[in-house]
C-alpha cells in the first residue's frame, strides 16, 4: 500500500516540476528546433516569404542571443525574462502569427528600402593622394556601384530624375518605385 501512494505523490511531484521548468523545457523547442526544422524547408522550396520569414527570424534571434550575453547580469534581476522571452519567440516563430515577417515588413524592410536613410548619394571627391589618380564623378559612380550594385545605381539615377522632373514641372509629389504597395 505504501508503495502505491508513493507513485501518486510522485506523478504529482513530476507535473510540478515540468510546470515549474516549462520555459526551460520549451525555449529550446521554440527557439531553435522548430526554427531549425523550418528553416531546412523553406530551403528546399521556392516560396520566398518563407526565407523571409526564417531569415528574418535567424537575424532577430541573434540580436537577442547578443543582449542576452551583454545584459547578462541585468536581466538576472528579471524573472519574468524567460517567459517573455518565450512569449516572444511564439510570436516569431508560430505559423498563425508569422512574427518574423511582420518584424521584417513593417520596421527593417521600409528602414532599408528608403534612399534617403539606407545610402548617401552626395558626391564627396577623394582628397588627391600620390599614388592615385585625382578623384572624379566618374570614379565616385564606379565606387558606387561596385559597394551596392549597378541595380541600385540604376535606381538611384531614375530617382534623381523623377524628383528633377517634378520639381521643373511643379509637381513636389515623389514616388518610390522600390517600395511595393
Known amino acids: 500500500m505504501g508503495s502505491g501512494s508513493g507513485s501518486g505523490s510522485g506523478s504529482g511531484n513530476f507535473i510540478q516540476v515540468v510546470l515549474k521548468n516549462l520555459d526551460v523545457l520549451a525555449l529550446p523547442l521554440v527557439t531553435l528546433v522548430y526554427p531549425l526544422y523550418a528553416s531546412i524547408k523553406a530551403i528546399e522550396t521556392k516560396c520566398i516569404a518563407e526565407d523571409e520569414q526564417w531569415l528574418t527570424y535567424w537575424v532577430l534571434y541573434s540580436l537577442v542571443t547578443l543582449v542576452e550575453l551583454t545584459f547578462a547580469k541585468v536581466l538576472e ?105
Open 77 to 181: 534581476w528579471f524573472p519574468i525574462w524567460t517567459y517573455a522571452k518565450l512569449f516572444g519567440a511564439c510570436w516569431l516563430v508560430l505559423p498563425r502569427f508569422n512574427g518574423a515577417a511582420y518584424v521584417y515588413r513593417h520596421f527593417i524592410r521600409p528602414f532599408y528600402i528608403n534612399p534617403h536613410r539606407a545610402t548617401n548619394i552626395w558626391y564627396v571627391p577623394r582628397k588627391k593622394d600620390l599614388f592615385r589618380k585625382p578623384d572624379n564623378i566618374l570614379s565616385a559612380a564606379e565606387r558606387y556601384m561596385e559597394e551596392h550594385g549597378t541595380e541600385a545605381f540604376e535606381r538611384m539615377i531614375a530617382r534623381v530624375d523623377r524628383e528633377e522632373r517634378g520639381r521643373r514641372g511643379g509637381n513636389y509629389m515623389i514616388f518610390d518605385d522600390d517600395y511595393r504597395y
